[in-house]
């Protein structure tokens, strides 16, 4: 035997080893490979779930508050008022035909609304709108305003005023439509003055 020969079984074992070392390595990460990828695909499709979940909920969300719903129509108020010391401008214009209908214990309400239909085309007519006095089985139709029934194409809108005519006593007032059970908060009249009834509200305009 040469000087600095390796003996045979070491020369074996030099061979088969790093070919041993590259199977066991090649098969080891090779699983944990997958059980990472199956963790993450099951983490992934979870999320988009979850993503998908949440997008629903944001679009579908609760009713708008300030909307009523009537026949695929939607009337949506965006201002509500309490018309104090009545001026001729506001009982001539867009509150014009009730200039004989507001006494000094009444109080008139202009309402500012958005008229929409939807996906689909959509007939309209504000005039089927009341207030109520919450607590109040008693509606109040509008009076006046400048909003015509018609129809909507899809995804169109119109808008204009109503006006109401409602005691003043104090009462907090919703505005309702027939077939829906929801309600629009708009405002709390005042309180007539004692002794009022039966008079003319005054105008501002008045000497």
Request: a neutral charge; proline letters at 9%.
């Amino acid at each position: 035997m040469h000087v600095g020969a390796a003996p045979q079984h070491f020369s074996k074992v030099f061979t088969r080893l790093p070919v041993d070392y590259v199977l066991m390595n090649r098969t080891g990460p090779s699983a944990a490979f997958k059980r990472w990828a199956w963790a993450l695909t099951v983490a992934l499709c979870f999320a988009t779930a979850l993503g998908g979940w949440r997008a629903a909920a944001t679009i579908a969300g609760p009713p708008d508050p300030s909307t009523l719903a009537v026949n695929g129509a939607s009337y949506s108020v965006t201002r509500a008022e309490q018309v104090k010391g009545l001026s001729d401008t506001d009982l001539a214009g867009m509150s014009h035909g009730i200039q004989s209908l507001v006494t000094d214990d009444q109080a008139l309400i202009n309402l500012h609304v958005v008229v929409a239909a939807g996906d689909s085309p959509a007939s309209y007519d504000a005039s089927v709108l009341r207030v109520f006095a919450v607590g109040s089985p008693k509606g109040y139709p509008p009076v006046g305003g400048i909003i015509a029934p018609g129809r909507l194409r899809p995804h169109s809108r119109v808008e204009g005023f109503l006006s109401f005519v409602v005691p003043r006593d104090g009462a907090r007032i919703v505005l309702r439509a027939p077939g829906n059970s929801d309600d629009v908060p708009l405002l709390e009249v005042d309180v007539a003055p004692a002794g009022a009834g039966g008079h003319m509200h005054p105008s501002s305009h008045s000497p």
